[in-house]
């Protein structure tokens, strides 16, 4: 379930769709396309900051050429893997994405 979007621009179309859901209280933001975050994360937890280097990894069919199986997945999965490899970036630590037939149909955040 989602209480919104954020995205650099909308079409005429989508935001008339999107302004339909949840009974209208669907936000949608738009973000600056121009944004670049700072290279360092910082966050403060009870008085303590910890910092750790942004994700910046780019996730492309690449990063499956050095896999330690001798299965080789065919081409709907190495999509599937990259699509979840995606979703699983943005979501919270130690989680868990089950992605079928090009959708993600499962997430677990840790």
Do not use: W
């Amino acid at each position: 379930v989602s209480d919104g979007v954020i995205a650099p621009g909308y079409s005429a179309k989508a935001l008339e769709i999107l302004k339909k859901k949840k009974a209208g209280k669907y936000t949608c933001l738009i973000m600056d396309p121009n944004f670049k975050p700072q290279d360092m994360e910082l966050r403060t937890v009870y008085g303590i900051t910890l910092m750790q280097p942004r994700n910046a990894t780019i996730v492309t069919p690449e990063l499956l050429t050095n896999v330690t199986t001798k299965n080789k997945a065919a081409k709907d999965g190495e999509r599937d893997m990259i699509l979840a490899a995606i979703a699983a970036k943005y979501t919270q630590s130690n989680s868990v994405v089950y992605a079928h037939n090009g959708m993600c149909v499962g997430i677990g955040a840790g």
